[in-house]
């Protein structure tokens, strides 16, 4: 059984920085791409960030040069920190794998709740 744990939300002042963590079990990590998503209130779902399972990294306009995604493989854990935090940024964050050895099937995380105020 798949499973996808994140942590490290919670209310960050404007400025400050957070680090995100998806922990994975039940699959192959090294075949695996992490993706990072949010989801803004009363907005759609955008994606964040991705890193894939040879390291290669993709971000979303909004954030770059601010967030860094990584990946630990001997943790099967996906990070994303998150520097020079806005308002904007304010979001639920979701984590997403897509595991390539088994037909680039994708499992979701539950999410973690971003809030950016002062």
């Known amino acids: 059984q798949v499973q996808l744990v994140e942590s490290g939300g919670g209310l960050v002042q404007p400025g400050g920085s957070l680090r995100l963590s998806c922990t994975a079990s039940g699959l192959r990590f090294s075949d695996t791409s992490m993706v990072w998503y949010r989801q803004p209130p009363g907005r759609q779902r955008e994606l964040v960030a991705l890193i894939t399972n040879l390291g290669s990294t993709v971000y979303g306009d909004s954030v770059k040069g601010r967030f860094i995604i990584s990946r630990d493989d001997a943790k099967n854990t996906a990070y994303l920190q998150m520097n020079s935090l806005e308002p904007k940024d304010t979001a639920v964050y979701y984590c997403?794998?897509?595991?390539?050895?088994?037909?680039?099937?994708?499992?979701w995380g539950q999410g973690t709740q971003v809030t950016v105020s002062s």
């Open positions: 997403k794998a897509v595991v390539h050895s088994d037909g680039h099937r994708e499992y």
